[in-house]
């Protein structure tokens, strides 16, 4: 099998749900359940009307795509990571396209929580679906000081979000790799500090958290249960993957940060291997990232032990990926005569 072009529409379409056009317009088949119970998933103390997502920083605040898709349908809303204070992010070029996938550096540039609170949330609490918040601090503290003010809201759920590559100085001090790294590593490729991170957020809380998990670590089974361990009621992976590309005219990287966060469909066989690790050594429910454009793509992710999954990189190319998702999934349901999605999670016949 050729691989896919980043925009590959063959055999299975982002723009049409995943689903060949040769099995649409199927009448509902027999079953013991309707088709929104189907969909629909449990995560922490949430109940969201089905397992597809928008992750965060490629949807911004959802009033963005607002005149673009109908956000109800979608399963839950991830905000853009909100810090304690203001954050201007990097220095651009920012984005740069890659084969099969998109560079970024961003670098977690946004208005900070209060912003959040007064301008932001009054749209969210409209869209008659589940809103997380995306949070991410250079301290304990400030996760703290996060989790504290938002918890006072009317947000569902929290992403802890330990694990932007795309930033300096957002890591436990004490801890980094050795004296040639700039500055302290993730907390997120730390253990001890992930565990840690999560048991102060939980401790001002009874939100649903879940906890977004780095690839760029040697044995992700071991910061998952880290998260488990600390109270997480969720993890969520992968984030981007460190990594760059250089000019060869100018002899300079293409982004000014040097390097950036990796997504995109390059990066779906590593997130799809770790989904299935982590879902093997831990408890609590997964939710798959990583290169997912249609609803093939989700349904591997199921398999490999996904309870839910977060649409990236392909809200870019079409804004309205994660309803086609949805759309597909529902077809394919049909087509393979279950009674729920729950069915696909973790049957990957090994």
């Not at 929104?36 to 928008?54: E, H």
């Not at 920083?57 to 909100?82: P, Q, R």
């Not at 220095?91 to 959040?116: C, H, K």
């Not at 001002?204 to 690839?215: A, G, V």
């Amino acid at each position: 099998m050729e691989p896919r072009e980043f925009t590959a529409v063959a055999p299975f379409d982002a723009l049409r749900g995943g689903i060949p056009r040769s099995n649409r317009g199927g009448l509902l088949r027999r079953g013991t359940n309707s088709p929104a119970s189907q969909l629909s998933v449990n995560i922490g103390r949430l109940r969201l009307k089905n397992p597809v997502m928008v992750a965060s920083g490629t949807f911004g605040y959802g009033e963005e795509f607002k005149d673009l898709v109908n956000l109800k349908d979608i399963g839950a809303i991830i905000t853009k990571s909100i810090t304690l204070e203001p954050c201007e992010g990097n220095l651009p070029p920012r984005i740069w396209e890659t084969t099969a996938g998109m560079l970024n550096a961003i670098g977690l540039q946004n208005e900070g929580v209060d912003d959040f609170i007064k301008n932001k949330l009054p749209f969210l609490k409209k869209t008659e679906t589940v809103v997380i918040a995306s949070i991410a601090g250079k301290t304990r503290q400030e996760y703290k000081e996060l989790a504290r003010r938002l918890n006072k809201t009317d947000i569902d759920g929290i992403e802890i979000n330990i694990s932007c590559p795309n930033v300096k100085g957002f890591g436990p001090k004490g801890v980094g790799p050795g004296p040639k790294t700039e500055g302290p590593r993730l907390f997120a490729q730390d253990e001890r500090a992930t565990a840690e991170i999560v048991r102060i957020v939980r401790g001002e809380t009874r939100k649903t958290i879940i906890t977004k998990l780095s690839p760029n670590v040697a044995d992700i089974t071991q910061i998952a249960k880290a998260a488990q361990k600390g109270g997480s009621d969720a993890v969520s992976l992968i984030n981007t993957i460190i990594a760059m590309e250089v000019d060869i005219k100018t002899g300079k990287p293409r982004l000014g940060s040097i390097t950036g966060g990796l997504s995109g469909p390059a990066i779906k066989p590593i997130a799809l291997r770790m989904v299935w690790e982590v879902y093997k050594a831990v408890t609590i429910p997964v939710i798959g990232i990583g290169g997912i454009m249609n609803a093939e793509d989700a349904i591997e992710f199921f398999l490999c032990g996904a309870v839910a999954v977060q649409v990236g990189t392909a809200n870019f190319v079409n804004p309205d990926t994660a309803t086609k998702i949805i759309d597909g999934l529902k077809i394919y349901i049909k087509d393979k005569k279950l009674n729920s999605i729950k069915e696909l999670v973790g049957s990957l016949k090994e």
